[in-house]
């Protein structure tokens, strides 16, 4: 084929968005360390459905349109780095093709080059061995084939893809981290995947039509004080995993779509995990069960849920603090009351291994009452989007790099009322130093060059793995013991979703007996994946 | 004939300053139930915090009336033409508008000025003990009442509450409002702003506010008097004054108590120091 039209480039992203999906919960088992929390696979899918969603809104559908539009759903849709850093190349495409009707083989081989130079230039300190090595071989591969007489934009596309795996396969020779831990790059492998996709639509070998793209929950209402903002109140919040033999996810997914909202199905033959919103949650939870066994299941009435938060919060209504708001990305309920107690102005969910996009944390920015606003990330992975909504606001936006929920904390209690904005940036940035973050969480796969294996505790100090033994207890001892005796102070324990009430009593009481002369406090987080996190002052 | 210098006993100064320095202190009045106390006189820091564990009632205050100041004055004018009257800010008591009304029903021919002082405990000390100074220099009541006014200010109160509860029941939490409610256990650091409560800071424990305190006074330029107090950690106390060392030499530095009054607010475990700044 000669020349592509935006139709056809939408239909290259659909097929390549709905590869994408089916790897999803693989690529975020890509993580470097053997923890439950990674969430590329669904950062880059969420990101990508925002683009399309963008895409399928406008009526002209020249190449330069639909290019621009998925650049303009990226932007806002854009979840966790991956899914920044695809924005970027998004953004790169569409300026190579603005203008254009239809693209060829040169124009994509153009366009993936400026894909490349973008997303490098939207990363502060580039690492190769990532998304970006592979972008930028993808479209090196391109360019050359661009060069040569077999130009067609098939053959183009396929050199890029091609070359793409490859790519992935050596991401582990540029990254020691991914050697060690024995997996590629995932943010790599969602590109790969991505175009890999894309390929297969233009071969013809697949039809756009299998894979029926699912809605999220519609844009929210105002934000201010609440957490369960992107999800409307709609019924009962029902999570399960479900395990069995030649599982048919397509399948699932299809039949669960008649049952409720924003229905979110991952996995694979063995094990497929299901999300979703619905009036009947009945109905799911039996359906799934003639398909095999149910592990894992949660049933939250999601109106009482947040008629409880809206109660808490009226009680604890934060004061406007002079004339700054601060709002923070916090998951666990226990650990979102901590935070509007401190004072937080509004909450973005961190959600379940799902960052919040770029639009979500522009919501709360513009919605809180003030014009100067301080951003608490509280995640690495979230701090690109954070400062992508930071440079997209129409209000003074400070960006605090916390990293950690710790980090947070310190941060938001160095807030000093009496001074400036620009001196409480400066303090709230100088208290992310002043903590230690342990995490203590079960390893979800092995790590043969660590001599962790799967199911065994692990324990996380500044984002080290320190510790590995049988028993949480056991490696969170050994944590606290590493950063040595100090006498005075203050260690606070935040106990996740997965901790029984007696348990976490029994730790602390353990903990205060091991350490006398410190101050250790427990706090309810509520927060998945870790069972403790634990802030060291 | 010189100024005569009164304030309340909010001030918490030190008695053996206030004699040296002639300073006449009119107490409020804590009640703990039905029990009445007039605060240092008939009951001090040591009583009131054993009494605060002891008793069933939470205390109250109560301001002194427009009666008992306008006797003071009546006194006091027999021996001077010329008073200064220093008080506890009039958004945390009653006693600055007792004073005025006190002041009107004196007969006698006696200039008196009645100045609120925004502050409380040693920050209203501070002023005073400016002020008494200034009189004991034999400057008239004009200059005195420059001085009481220029230093007002210059003069800073911060201090570490073990908890805000008490400053909450008792009404007088002010903007301190804003640090209620935590779910975490901190130790709020306030500031006397504005003659209320203003929430500044919190840490995690007693000792990094102390080390907070200590950086948010030494940012402070050409001070010239510091006053730490305390409500029942007498060597914690020692122990900050002596950290401050830089700023003034240690044995210039005011050590005080939270009296029954203050307690009643700032509850126990509370630290606090005030500061002065040279006048212009």
Redesign the interface.
Known sequence: MLSLSGEDLEGMFTAGTALLESHAAEINALNVFPVPDGDAGTNMLLTLRATLEEARRISEKSASAVAKAMAQGALMGARGNSGVILSQILRGLAHALEGKDCFKGEDLARALGEASTTAYKGVSRPVEGTILTVIREAAAAAQAKAATDSKDVLDVLEAATIEARESVARTPSLLPVLREAGVVDAGGQGLYLLLQGALSYLKGEVDEKGYPLLALAAPTPALTLTPQVQEPIYGYCTEFLLEGEGLNVEAMRGKLLGMGESILVVGDEAKVRVHLHTLEPGAALSYATSLGTLRQVKVDNMEDQHQEFLAAQAKMAPTPLGDVSIVAVVSGEGLSKVFASLGTTALVPGGRSMNPSVEELLRAVEAVPSQKVVLLPNNPNILPAARQAQALARKEVAVIASETIPQGVSALLAFNYGASFEANVEAMNEALSTVHTGEITRAVRSMKGRGVKKGQAIAFLDGELVAVGKERAQVLYELVDKTGPKEGRAITLYIGADVSPAEAQETLKSLRQRYPDQDIEMVYGGQPHYSYIIALE | MGVKVVTDSTADLPPEVARELGVVVIPLRVNFGEEVYRDGVDLDADGFFRKLKESPFLPKTSQPSAGELAEVYSRLAQETDEILSLHVSAKLSGTYASALLGKQALEKACRIEVIDSLQVSMGLGLIVIAAARAAQRGADLEEVKKVANQAIPKTQLFGVLDTLEYLEKGGRIG?A??FL??????KPII?C?DGEA????????F??ALERMREIVSQFQDIEEIAVLHSNTPEEAEAFARSLSPLLPPEGIYRARFGPVLGTYVGPGALGVALRQRLS
């Not at chain 2, 409610?181 to 901190?186: D, H, I, N, R, T």
């Not at chain 2, 203003?198 to 424990?205: A, G």
């Open positions: 903007k409002q804003a409610g935590s779910l975490l256990k901190v500031a702003r203003h929430p500044l800071e919190r840490v995690r424990t000792r990094k």
